[in-house]
Structure formats: structure tokens, C-alpha cells
């Protein structure tokens, strides 16, 4: 027995190593999605470094009824400060994640724009999607995740990519309609694509995205819910403005653009615990002829309520256009720009009531911007000089009111926004 037991085993050892080679031999499978040369992520420094001085800031005593004003002072800031991770891990699946320290060193009583981050700078997410070409051409994309609602040009337009010396503002009052935050990303879905034929071209996004969170702590949209529905398409004609498809656009061409671009933006968002329903729409334009580059936009915004009384309205609308022309100086371009930014609410004592009630800004506000960008290398390094001023109107408001962002700093309360001189750093590392 302990013979016939040795042999048994002796077989089953040799079967076993025939069995290793025979699966060594035999050939592999391709079972798995092959990896691209982009599988490690890419990774990016964008700074948007501020030296400002501003003048005319003032704080409103409610012990006193009145604006006092505070000393004008120069402020070293992180306007806007991103590390970027993007990459191609497989064919035709992309993905981009972003943290940002937006706003580190910024004086909460200077007269620039914005929430302040605390004096140990606080890091947080600001993108976070996968884009999947699900076409073999450009014609149908799906993008997933966390990042801006594709609407209005001026708010999916990266800092680093604006002309201004800070973006229109008319941006914050689109993204605080739609997703109740400056930041205005949302988590949601969007179906895109480029056409493309000769010297036309069409660029649509049609997008579901989580509804604005205002019940239990900014985490849930409440008992009452309705998703928020964007949707844009943007006409080329002439060059157009990109190859390929992405929700990242740019302003400046640097010369090697002629062509137009007319947008029509829309969302629409139904019944919710803060309203009725909510709408935003309007027209787009973007021109880049040689030197010359103009850009302009205008954003019709609506909510409705309904109260024991029954239903009310409010409206509001914000735009800007800016105009700037590249003057080659040898190797770099030197270019000069101006910029218009409006925004215009309700401005009796009834309309302004209603859109507080329906978490809406109201009375109106303007900034001018007027400055010079030298480009060293495209949009990765430029110098900007510019002054911008500003001024506004509470409406039937008020002294004391905070209607609109001309009237209020996060952190301060009301106020009336000074100007600035600004000398500004753009880098992308």
C-alpha cells in the first residue's frame, strides 16, 4: 500500500506539472480593455497670482445707519489656484479631477470678488468628471460628474482663458440661479458633440444635473424635487473653434481664428421647495477676426413662486461684452482690453421682496474693466495690468441691503464694492 500510495502520487504530480505546462503553452486571452500611454495622469499648476491696491470700499454700521469707509490697501492673493490631474487610461475614456486654494492670502476688506479663504488655506474639489467618446467621431460624447452645467460661455470658460483681468461677474448671478453656489458646479450628465462640414460647425450639450440643495443642511433638494435641465448649442462659421470636442473653451486665438459663434443657452428647472419653477435663457456671441476678439452675452433669468396670495415672479438678467486686439511686440502679444459687465434685477419694494423670496439677487450693478495682457506663452504665462471700477443701485432696498453682490462680501456683510488697480500673474505649470 505505502508503493501504490507513492505511485498515486508520483502521477498526480506529474499531471499536475503537464497540466502547468500545457496552460504555460497555451495561448492568453485578451480578456481586458488594453491600456492607452495616457493610463498615468498628466498633472497641472494653475496659479492666477493678484497684486491689487484697492480704494473706496466701505462697510455699513447698522448702529449708525451709514457706510463707513475702510483704508485703501495693496492685498497679494491666489485669485483663482488649481492642481489638475487628467488623463486617457483607455482609448476614447477620459477623465479630470481638479482641488483648488482659491482665494489664500485675499483681505475679506479689499475690493475684489468672492468668499476668502481662512488664513491656513483651506483645499477643496472643484472638478471632478470622466468624459467617454461614444462615437467615432466627434458627434457623440457623455460626460459625467462634477463640473459646470454647460451653459452661458463666460461661466464654462476657465479663469486662465478669460481676457479681463477677473471674469464677468455676470457668471456668478447664471450660477447661483442655477446651482445656488458661486463655484456653480453640479453633479450630473451631459450628451455632447461636434459637427462638422467645411467651414460650418455645431457644438450642443443637452445635460441633467442634481438640483440645487437647500434642505437639510445643503444636502438634499427637499420633500419636492425636479432636476435641472441644460441645454446649448453654439453655430461656427468661418474657422471653428476647436478640433475636437470638450467642455473647456477659450476667448483668444491668437490670430489663427476668423470665424463667428452664436450661442443659445436654456435651462429650465420645475417645482422645488424654494420656487415654482425656474428658468434661464439667452443668446451668445464670440468673434475672433485676426487680431480682433469680441466676445458678448446676455442671461434672462426667472423663478416662480406661489404663496397663500397665489403665484408671483421675478426677473433678472446679466451680461457683459469685452473687446480686445493682440498687438505682436517681437515674439509676444500685447493685448488691450475692455469690458462692459451689467446686471439688472427688480428694483421696486414688491419685485424685490418676491425675489428674496424666491433666493433671487435683485437691484443692479456695473463693472468696467479697462487693462492690458502680455502674453509670454499663449494663455500657460501672461502679465495683466488693469483697473476696474464698479458701481450699483439697492432699489427700494436700501442702505444696509445686501440685493446683490455689489452690496455684500461673505464674511463682512454689507457693504458698497470699491475699485482696484491690479497687477496679475496667469500660469499654467
Do not use: C
Amino acid at each position: 500500500m505505502k508503493i501504490g500510495f507513492l505511485l498515486l502520487l508520483g502521477l498526480l504530480l506529474a499531471g499536475k506539472m503537464s497540466a502547468q505546462t500545457d496552460i504555460a503553452q497555451a495561448p492568453v486571452l485578451q480578456r481586458w480593455l488594453p491600456k492607452n500611454s495616457r493610463y498615468m495622469p498628466e498633472v497641472k499648476a494653475f496659479i492666477q497670482l493678484w497684486g491689487i491696491y484697492s480704494t473706496g470700499m466701505k462697510v455699513y454700521n447698522a448702529n449708525s445707519g451709514q457706510y463707513e469707509a475702510v483704508d485703501d490697501r495693496f492685498n497679494v492673493s491666489f485669485r483663482r489656484a488649481r492642481l489638475a490631474f487628467a488623463g486617457e487610461p483607455y482609448q476614447n475614456l477620459k477623465y479630470n479631477v481638479v482641488l483648488f486654494y482659491d482665494q489664500a492670502g485675499r483681505d475679506a476688506l479689499t475690493s475684489g470678488v468672492g468668499a476668502v479663504n481662512r488664513a491656513d488655506p483651506a483645499v477643496g474639489m472643484w472638478d471632478a468628471f470622466v468624459q467617454w467618446k461614444i462615437s467615432k467621431n466627434e458627434s457623440l460624447n457623455l460626460v459625467g460628474g462634477w463640473f459646470r452645467p454647460q451653459m452661458q460661455r463666460e461661466s464654462i470658460t476657465s479663469g486662465w482663458a478669460s481676457t479681463s483681468f477677473e471674469k464677468s461677474m455676470s457668471q456668478n448671478y447664471l450660477r447661483t440661479h442655477l446651482v445656488g453656489t458661486g463655484p456653480g458646479r453640479a453633479a450630473g450628465l451631459n450628451l455632447g458633440g461636434l459637427l462638422t462640414k467645411n467651414k460650418i460647425s455645431l457644438n450642443y450639450n443637452l445635460g441633467i444635473f442634481n438640483p440645487i440643495t437647500a434642505s437639510l443642511s445643503g444636502t438634499s433638494v427637499g420633500k419636492k424635487y425636479a432636476p435641472l435641465l441644460v441645454g446649448r448649442t453654439s453655430l461656427s462659421l468661418g474657422d471653428p473653434e476647436f478640433q475636437k470636442y470638450g467642455i473647456s473653451y477659450d476667448i483668444n486665438f491668437f490670430n489663427k481664428r476668423k470665424g463667428v459663434s452664436l450661442d443659445l443657452n436654456v435651462a429650465r428647472q420645475g417645482e422645488t421647495e424654494q420656487f415654482q419653477s425656474s428658468t434661464a435663457f439667452g443668446p451668445g456671441l464670440l468673434l475672433n477676426w485676426g487680431p480682433l476678439n469680441l466676445d458678448s452675452e446676455w442671461m434672462f433669468m426667472e423663478r416662480e413662486g406661489r404663496d397663500s396670495l397665489g403665484t408671483f415672479s421675478a426677473n433678472k438678467g446679466a451680461g457683459h461684452i469685452r473687446l480686445g486686439i493682440n498687438l505682436p511686440t517681437g515674439r509676444f502679444v500685447l493685448e488691450p482690453v475692455f469690458m462692459v459687465m451689467k446686471f439688472k434685477g427688480e428694483m421696486s419694494a414688491n419685485g424685490q421682496a418676491d425675489a428674496s423670496q424666491l433666493k433671487m439677487s435683485s437691484g443692479e450693478e456695473t463693472t468696467f474693466d479697462a487693462g492690458v495682457n502680455w502674453y509670454l506663452d499663449g494663455k500657460n504665462l501672461k502679465l495683466a495690468l488693469h483697473y476696474t471700477w464698479r458701481n450699483g443701485d439697492a432699489g427700494a432696498a436700501g442702505d444696509g441691503s445686501q440685493v446683490n453682490a455689489f452690496f455684500n462680501q461673505p464674511g463682512v456683510g454689507a457693504i458698497r464694492r470699491g475699485n482696484w488697480l491690479g497687477l496679475g500673474l496667469n500660469a499654467i505649470f
